[in-house]
C-alpha cells in the first residue's frame, strides 16, 4: 500500500530575503558592539607592555647609579647614547657585550653624523624593550638622505629627561634642573624634589617619514610624527654663560640675549621645515637608541603631555615633552622606580615643575 505524502509536506523552507537581512543587520551590531571592546583590550596590553618598557629601563638607570655612583651623563655629540649604556643593567647582555664605549658611536661632522663602520651592524638591531608597542612608527629605519647611506637605525621611544627646559636649562651643555647634563654626575641624593616627584624618563612619538616643508602654521597628522626645525633665529655658538642667543622668531623672547621661556603656541607657526626619520643626520626623534643627541635620546618637560605645539628642536637641542598614541596621555618614569600616566590635562607649568628636580616644587602627576 502506497502512502500518499502532500506536497507541501515536502517543500524544504529557506530563509526570505528580509530574514537574511535581519540577520546580517543583528551580527553587524553586535560586531560593532564588540570591536572597540577588544581595541580597547588591546591598547590596555599595549599600555601595559609599554609601562613594563620603562620601568625596566628606570630600574636600570637606579642600578647604574648604585654600581656607578652617579646616573649615566648624556656625551658630547658623536658619543653613545645613555639607553645604550643601561644596556648591561637589563636583560640585554648579548647586544651590550659588543658595544665598546671607549670608542665613538658616530663619525662624520655633527650634521651628517653616521655610524661607525665598528658597531653599523649593531646599531641597526631593534631591541624590543626601547620600543612602544602602540607606536606605529617602524622598528627599524633606514636613512638615505646622507652620504654613504643608507644606514639602518633600531628605534627608540623613551627619552631621558634633562629637565624643565625652563629658563636656559634647555641648554644641556651647562648643568641643568634635570638628571642629566653634558658630563654629568647627578646622584639620586641630588634629587632635592623627591624621586617620586621627579621624571627621569617619558615617552615620545618616533619620526617617521622623509623631512618636509609645509606653509607655515600648518602642521602634519597628529600626533606628529616629525619634529619643527626650529633653528633659525638661533646661535648654536656655545656662549660664556648658558643659553642659545635668539634673534627672529625667537627674538620677543630672549633674557640677557638668551633665549629664555619662549611662548611656544606664537612660536611654531613662523617655521616650516618639518624633520622626519630620514633626515640628513641623526635628528630624527627616536630614530636611534644607540646615538646620543636631544633630538633623538632626551627630551624635557616643557610642553604638556601630548600638546598640539610640536617638540621644537634648536640646533643641538630643543623644547619637548611626553607624548604617545595611547589615549589620554603618556607614559613617564619617576626616580622611585613607578611608571605613570601623565594626563593630556596636565598643566604646562605642573609638567615641567615634575621635570625639575630641584625647583622646590609641591606638585604631583595627577594635578
Known sequence: MSVHVHPSARTRRAFTLVELLVVIAIIGTLVGLLLPAVQAAREAARRSNCASNLRQQILAMVNYESARRSLPPTDLP????????????????NIASQLDFSKPATTGAYNAQVPNPVFAALFATPIPVMLCPSDPSPAVHAVTAVAGGPFTYGGLSYMVSTGSGTGTSYDQRWPTDGIVYEGSKVRLAAVIDGLSKSVFMSETVRSDGDDVALAAGQAPKFPYQKTLNGSGGANSAKQSTPGYPGSGAFGGALIGGMIQNPDLSQIWTKFTSWRGANTNTIRGRGTSWAMTGACNT?????????SRIPDVVIHATGFFGP???HPAGAQAA?????VRMLSDRLDAGVCRALHSINGGESVSAEE
Open 78 to 93: 658623536g658619543g653613545f647614547s645613555i639607553q645604550s649604556r643601561l644596556l648591561p643593567f637589563m636583560e640585554e647582555a
Open 298 to 306: 632626551l627630551t624635557n618637560g616643557y610642553s604638556p603631555p601630548n
Open 323 to 325: 607624548k604617545s598614541f
Open 334 to 338: 619617576f626616580g622611585d622606580g613607578s
